[in-house]
């Protein structure tokens, strides 16, 4: 065991490098089309992000408002659909200007995933039109390809779930957080167990492939007792894939305004709630992806959504407000807040904006970028990362071009000794701070720039 004195584990969940604070407004709005002309396009993700809770979890800082009153959802979905029209034109005018073959078969989507928000919130027939703008529009065939979307217990019912069922949907992604009741209550989130069993039941009913059910820990009150019981619960569906999220108390969101968390007694609290989950999920034949992530081992390769920390190298084409898309030198969005009058005027603007053709917002990547994020995202990863893979795109090894934090985290104990030649990964005790040492590895301008960023 390392005499490195270690960090505290929970700094922040990096589920994107670099995060949204660190975005900008782009002075010269560069033009979509260029952005994506010379990227590879044969295998790219989708995602269409809903903006649009029943209610809003006190722990919840996703861009999402609760809501959605004067049939704002119709007018959200006329702004997609005209967002998609422009965004697949800018795709083969792309692949036009870099001499290409133009014709549609030229863009594939290899993944596709509805997120939010709740997805679920819009009623089936919104679902139906969708799922009409990922195929019509934007040419990706849900039927072929990975479909993940996620739910939430109160809009899980029966006609929404056929809808996404016969449309092509093989995961479903539940947050149930606890399935203790007045655990759900302390992280502001009103629902009861009887509901959350009952939206499982069909669920299952619905026979998507792969059934994802969120679990939390660090509630106010939780227990290691508590916490078995929801992983009992859970596991007694037989889940196909399961996170363990820690809980996080973040600024603007519920709990952040309460005041709760924050000591170093709650991040010990947290950490052995975390290897107690983990370690009673491997018990029971779960694999860790990830520090969140488990998968049962027996679910088709077909059916799996993408690894936690994917690197999605091959493109991201992200639609609606808060959806990312990225491409190699560029990640780029819409404005980013959590308050939630400012999440209203940011929906509201995008939902009579005509002009989709150009980007607004975002972060230039650079090499320098480029291989921290690699690194970061494909180290987070339970499998670890073949070096030989990262020499091939940059030209150097991890080693090289990353001495210093290598060390650290080697000292620390975070990296598997054990591991095959040629091959990072971290240790268990590395998974377990993986959100202390993804944060490592942000670059000084990514830092400096997330600090900058003026909360809204």
């Not at 290409?100 to 709740?118: C, P, Q, Y």
């Not at 679920?120 to 019509?136: F, G, Q, S, V």
């Amino acid at each position: 065991m390392s005499t490195t004195l270690a960090p505290r584990p929970y700094e922040s969940y990096v589920y994107a490098y670099p995060h949204k604070t660190a975005y900008r407004p782009l002075e010269d709005r560069p033009a979509l089309r260029g952005l994506w002309a010379g990227e590879r396009k044969d295998a790219l993700s989708l995602y269409l992000h809903i903006p649009f809770c029943e209610v809003r979890c006190g722990f919840c800082n996703l861009f999402t408002r609760i809501g959605a009153p004067d049939e704002l959802t119709t007018r959200y979905l006329g702004a997609l659909d005209r967002q998609a029209t422009t965004v697949r034109d800018a795709l083969a005018e792309a692949e036009a200007e870099a001499g290409a073959d133009a014709d549609a078969d030229a863009v594939r989507f290899a993944a596709a995933a509805f997120g939010g928000g709740t997805p679920t919130y819009l009623d089936a027939d919104e679902l139906d039109r969708l799922c009409d703008i990922a195929e019509k529009r934007m040419g990706a065939d849900l039927r072929a390809v990975p479909l993940s979307v996620e739910t939430s217990p109160a809009t899980a019912t029966a006609d929404r779930l056929a809808v996404l069922a016969e449309r092509g949907a093989t995961r479903l992604s539940i947050g149930v957080q606890s399935f203790v009741d007045a655990e759900a209550k302390a992280a502001v989130r009103p629902q009861r167990r009887a509901e959350v069993e009952a939206a499982l039941g069909r669920i299952r009913d619905a026979r998507i492939p792969v059934l994802n059910i969120d679990l939390i820990y660090g509630i106010d009150g939780q227990t290691e007792a508590s916490w078995r019981h929801s992983l009992d619960t859970a596991l007694a569906w037989r889940p196909e894939e399961l996170y363990l999220y820690p809980l996080y108390v973040r600024p603007l969101t519920g709990l952040g305004r309460l005041g709760a968390g924050g000591d170093s007694a709650w991040d010990d609290q947290r950490l052995r709630l975390y290897r107690q989950g983990r370690d009673h999920l491997l018990a029971h034949g779960y694999e860790q992806m990830s520090m969140r992530m488990f998968r049962r081992p027996d679910i088709p390769f077909q059916d799996a959504g993408p690894d936690d920390y994917a690197c999605q190298t091959d493109g991201m084409i992200g639609l609606g407000c808060g959806a990312r898309s990225y491409t190699s030198a560029l990640h780029y969005s819409f404005d980013y807040a959590v308050d939630m009058r400012e999440i209203r005027t940011i929906i509201d603007t995008y939902t009579t904006t005509e002009d989709f053709s150009r980007a607004e917002v975002g972060r230039r990547i650079d090499d320098g970028e480029a291989r921290r994020r690699h690194l970061l995202q494909s180290l987070l990863q339970a499998g670890g990362m073949a070096e030989a893979d990262y020499r091939e795109r940059f030209g150097s090894g991890p080693a090289e071009d990353f001495p210093a934090e290598l060390a650290r985290f080697a000292a620390l104990g975070w990296l598997d000794k054990s591991a095959p030649t040629g091959l990072l990964r971290l240790s268990p005790e590395g998974l377990a701070y993986s959100d202390a040492l993804g944060p490592a590895l942000f670059s000084p301008a990514v830092r400096a720039s997330m600090a900058a960023y003026e909360r809204k």
